[in-house]
């Protein structure tokens, strides 16, 4: 899928114009094709401007096609995102080739152009590598140009919206790779091919691992034939002092609670439980290509969680690295056995920040649904800027508390703490134990076990792995970084 700035007079199969309800000046659109423009005059009865209509007209110059899509109510950039989204689906099922879509003028262009080019790369978004009968090809190149003028904004949000695609893009592919190819090693080697351009990769094995003394990150891993593997990648721009941001994303290759083995019920959706790290690894992506001024790291702890004759138990008490003993209650609750490890070392380079997403509980599902991400943290202003990029983004995040019971909940009669506070208020208690790792360091738990995959086929969502975090985490950075966004 191409996305590419241009203008409106660009050759393409089709013209694509955003109207609200109530638009008046439907008999007069500014497009040069008369044809078109009267198709347009003709059919305006029949075009109410809701949110995710559209109306195909014909009979322009050459065969020259017009898109009417609805916008609904307001023009927020999330609006026309989604309104985009439903264009470029009509589009692609007419299997037209190209497209030229048409800013709207009002608000800010360089938000607008973004959000239309966003809603269509996403929205086409296929994941169908691995099956011999592809979906028949459709929209393949997508022009974006102001409906009047030229702004110069333009192109740099289209440039930008396409590295936001491609990234999404590539976190969805991890998370839809099947368990037996989206491997640890398979993990590290996509992150290994970032390398070079101001990004250095580092991978370390189970024996590294170990010698890391990271106990509760190798007691996971030791129940799986399936080698671990701790991603390290490190990105920093000259100038980027105070801008030192750290991210670790929950990389569980497959998840079947080991030991504590989970209902065999859609088990096979436990591939995504390495949808954080996907979401990471996706933001170096990202990060490389727009090269924002700041010192960035990305930490992928990897591994598959098993029962087998080596895996860990309910009772263990394992010492993580900073020396931390916990009493292993579930091996269920694994995810926080991976980060607490990986947190700690994160922190020992003494980042200004650190951000953590992970599938981390069921319970936050039940809390928030596909709605937000559960954000958690111990610093105010970072909660606040990640609040703003979940609006930037429309990655909706909401706050939760870490309050004194939730710690209380995992302290262990036997250990310093235990993996599990039980049932109630399952999503705090996971992150009062990540809250324990992280020291001093201004820290934030995204819990994307909710928003990280889904079944709806809908707007810029496709059925499997959404790619949740990319857009929010870059929102993020590029804030950090002072750039605009
Ligand atoms: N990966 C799961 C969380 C999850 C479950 C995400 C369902 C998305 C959908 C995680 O490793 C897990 O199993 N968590 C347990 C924790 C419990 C044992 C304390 C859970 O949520 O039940
Ligand atoms: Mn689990
Ligand atoms: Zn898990």
């Not at 409106?8 to 609200?20: E, G, K, T, Y």
């Not at 689906?89 to 938000?111: K, Y």
């Not at 999404?168 to 989206?182: E, K, Q, Y």
């Not at 170096?284 to 010192?295: E, N, Q, T």
Request: aromatic fraction near 4%; hydrophobic fraction near 40%.
């Amino acid at each position: 899928m191409e996305l590419l700035p241009s203008r409106a007079s660009a050759r393409s199969d089709a013209l694509v114009i955003f109207r609200p309800p109530g638009s008046k000046d439907l008999g007069r659109l500014p497009v040069g094709d008369r044809a078109l423009r009267r198709a347009a005059a003709a059919a305006a009865k029949e075009f109410h401007g809701e949110r995710g209509e559209t109306l195909l007209l014909h009979g322009g110059a050459g065969g020259r096609r017009l898109l009417l899509a609805g916008t609904g109510g307001d023009q927020e950039p999330e609006t026309l995102r989604q309104a985009a989204a439903a264009a470029a689906r009509a589009l692609d099922a007419r299997r037209l080739r190209s497209a030229t879509f048409l800013v709207p003028p009002g608000g800010s262009t360089e938000e607008r152009a973004g959000a239309i080019a966003e809603g269509v790369g996403l929205a086409l978004y296929r994941f169908d590598r691995l099956q011999r009968k592809k979906r028949p090809r459709g929209l393949s190149r997508a022009l974006f140009a102001a409906e009047s003028g030229e702004p110069r904004e333009l192109p740099a949000a289209v440039r930008r919206a396409a590295v936001l695609v491609d990234a999404v893009s590539f976190a969805r592919d991890l998370g839809n790779l099947p368990p037996n190819m989206a491997t640890p090693s398979f993990l590290a080697a996509e992150a290994r091919k970032m390398a070079g351009r101001g990004v250095r990769v580092r991978v370390h094995d189970r024996a590294a691992i170990r010698r890391l003394r990271m106990g509760a990150f190798a007691a996971v891993a030791q129940g799986s034939e399936t080698e671990p593997r701790l991603i390290e990648m490190h990105y920093r721009a000259p100038g980027s002092r105070g801008r030192r941001v750290a991210l670790v994303g929950k990389g569980v290759t497959f998840d079947t609670g080991g030991i504590s083995i989970k209902p065999s019920q859609s088990m096979e959706e436990m591939k995504f439980d390495m949808c954080g790290a996907a979401a990471v690894l996706a933001a170096m992506r990202a990060v490389k290509a727009l090269r924002p001024r700041l010192d960035l790291s990305v930490y992928v702890p990897a591994a598959d969680n098993m029962p087998s004759g080596s895996a860990y138990r309910p009772g263990d008490i394992v010492r993580a690295r900073d020396g931390t003993t916990i009493e292993v209650i579930s091996t269920d609750a694994e995810g926080r056995m991976l980060l607490c490890d990986t947190l700690a070392y994160a922190a020992e380079r003494k980042p200004d920040c650190m951000i953590d997403l992970a599938t981390l509980t069921g319970a936050c599902v039940v809390a928030l649904g596909d709605a937000a991400a559960g954000l958690f943290g111990n610093d105010r202003k970072l909660v606040g800027e990640l609040e703003r990029a979940g609006q930037a983004s429309a990655e909706g995040v909401w706050p939760m508390p870490i309050l004194p019971p939730h710690e209380k909940q995992i302290q262990s009669p036997y250990a310093d703490l235990k993996n599990s506070g039980g049932r109630n208020a399952g999503a705090c208690t996971a992150a009062a134990f990540l809250k324990h790792f992280v020291g001093s360091t201004p820290w934030a738990h995204l819990d994307i076990a909710g928003t990280a995959w889904g079944d709806r086929d809908e707007g810029t969502r496709r059925k499997g792995a959404t790619g949740y975090g990319v857009r929010l985490l870059v929102a993020f950075l590029l804030a950090r970084a002072g750039a605009k966004r």
